[in-house]
C-alpha cells in the first residue's frame, strides 16, 4: 500500500502484471452514478468502476485477479467471492423461480428482468430514437451511441471503450491472458 495524491492506494500483482487500485476518496475525485445521485468516490484503476462503499470495491477488485477460491458443492462452478457463491446458491435453491418457464435465478432484480421476456414489457425508452429496452443499463449503454462517450480508459495505452465489457476484454492485449482454447489442439486465444 501507498499513498498518492492524499489517496491511499494498493498495488496487486496477478501473473506478470500488476494493477492498482484506489481505495479511499479523494474529495475532488467523487463521481455520481449516473441511475442514482449517490456519490462513489472509490474507482478501479484496472476498469475505471466506481463504488460507493471500500466494501464494493474489494468485491469487484477480486474480479481482476482471477482467484475463484469459493467452489459450489452442487455444480462445481468456482467463485472470486463468498458473496458470489451464496448469490449463486439461490439459483439452486428456486429462491427466484419463473412461473412462465421455470427458470431460476440468483436474485429477485435477474428475476424480474427476466419476466420482460415473457411480458414484451421494455419500459426503458431512448429519447433520441425511440428504441425501447427492458434494461436501464441497456439504455445507458445504447444512449452512447448517440453521445460518443467512451468512459472506459485504459490505464495501460489510454484507448477509450463504451462499455466496461469492451474495456475487461482489451486488458488482455496487455496481460497476454489467453483464457479460451480449443479442445481439439489446445492452442489459446483472448477472445471467442
Known amino acids: 500500500m501507498f499513498v498518492h495524491n492524499n489517496v491511499s492506494c494498493c498495488v496487486y500483482y496477478t501473473g506478470e502484471t500488476s494493477f492498482e487500485v484506489k481505495t479511499e476518496a479523494d474529495s475532488n475525485d ?3 452514478h449516473p441511475h442514482d445521485d449517490k456519490p462513489r468516490p472509490y474507482v478501479c484503476t484496472v476498469c475505471n468502476k466506481r463504488f460507493a462503499s471500500k466494501t464494493g470495491l474489494n468485491y469487484h477488485r477480486e474480479r481482476h485477479t482471477g482467484e475463484q477460491l469459493y467452489s459450489c458443492t452442487q455444480c462445481e462452478k468456482c467463485f472470486t467471492s463468498q458473496q458470489y457463491l451464496r448469490s449463486h446458491m439461490n ?14 435465478f440468483q436474485h429477485n432484480r435477474a428475476l424480474t428482468m427476466h419476466s420482460r421476456i415473457h411480458s414484451g414489457e421494455k419500459p426503458f ?9 427492458t434494461q436501464a443499463g441497456d439504455l445507458v449503454k445504447h444512449s452512447r451511441v448517440h453521445s460518443g462517450e467512451k468512459p472506459y480508459n485504459c490505464h495501460v495505452c489510454d484507448k477509450a471503450f463504451s ?15 489467453k483464457p479460451y482454447k480449443c479442445h481439439m489442439c489446445n492452442k489459446a486465444f483472448s477472445s471467442l
Open 30 to 32: 467523487v463521481t455520481e
Open 163 to 177: 462499455v466496461s465489457g469492451s474495456l475487461y476484454s482489451h486488458m488482455r492485449v496487455h496481460t497476454g491472458d
Open 91 to 104: 439459483a439452486h435453491t428456486s429462491k427466484y423461480k419463473c412461473s412462465e418457464c421455470g427458470k431460476c
Open 125 to 133: 425508452e431512448c429519447t433520441e430514437c425511440s428504441k425501447q429496452f
